[in-house]
């Protein structure tokens, strides 16, 4: 129950698309769900993050949608570029939660 | 200006050796983590410890062992390495309460020869 599942393990696109990384999580007791943006040799970093009273948030070109229905989150990259190439992980955590519960991290490369 | 800094960036050893990595935050954050980067990114949490007490344990090998001299630090000892220890270790740091920002370090990249 504490999983935090995470689709795809990488993608390819082409500068200008609109990549989309899909997350989906099972506890009900998850209230904040942050994505991490790691580029090699760094440590991951905050990108943007949602909690579950809002269906969609923005951040320059990054915007996280958010279905707590179905208990589905995603990132989409809006006019992707070569430089938005980095490991993207989502994550859950809450109330009473000492940590954040990593996805397994997707694999964007953005080609020129 | 370093907000979580580690030491060494890069570590080479020998098999059965025993190394330590650092852990410093000047962000006055009360709870730091441990956490092991695999060759397939997958980021595993090891040790949280909050105002200098343990309070995640992630079902390490008691080879690793934590200690905490004080709320800025947090520094990873591991004993016997094995060659499996191969891997980006990576501190991070945040206030108390779960939702707050995780602040990552820069990372120590292991290698067990």
């Known amino acids: 129950q504490q999983q935090v599942k995470q689709s795809p393990q990488s993608l390819i696109v082409q500068k200008g698309g609109i990549p989309i990384i899909n997350c989906a999580y099972e506890?009900?007791?998850?209230?904040?769900f942050p994505w991490y943006q790691q580029f090699p040799g760094k440590g991951p970093a905050l990108l943007i993050a949602?909690?579950?009273?809002?269906s969609e948030k923005k951040e320059g070109r990054f915007t996280i949608s958010f279905n707590k229905s179905a208990k589905q989150f995603s990132l989409h990259i809006m006019d992707s570029q070569p430089g938005d190439s980095a490991t993207y992980f989502c994550?859950?955590?809450?109330?009473?939660?000492?940590?954040?519960?990593f996805g397994t991290g997707t694999r964007l490369l953005v080609s020129p | 200006d370093t907000a979580v800094s580690q030491t060494p960036k890069y570590l080479v050893t020998q098999m059965g050796n025993d190394k330590s990595i650092k852990c410093e935050q000047n962000?006055?954050?009360?709870?730091m983590y441990w956490y092991k980067q695999d060759s397939k990114k997958f980021l595993k949490i090891m040790f949280s410890?909050?105002?200098?007490?343990?309070?995640i344990n992630e079902t390490v090998p008691n080879r690793f062992s934590p200690k905490s001299p004080d709320k800025a630090h947090l520094n990873l000892h591991i004993n016997s390495l094995e060659l499996g220890d191969s891997a980006v270790y990576f501190c991070?740091?945040?206030?108390?309460?779960?939702?707050?920002?995780?602040?990552f370090g820069p990372g120590t990249r292991l290698t067990v020869l």
């Open positions: 991070a740091s945040r206030r108390q309460g779960g939702t707050d920002t995780q602040y």
């Open positions: 506890n009900t007791a998850f209230d904040y």
């Open positions: 949602i909690r579950p009273d809002v």
């Open positions: 994550a859950a955590s809450g109330k009473g939660f000492q940590k954040l519960v």
């Open positions: 962000l006055g954050h009360d709870t």
């Open positions: 410890y909050n105002n200098k007490e343990l309070i």
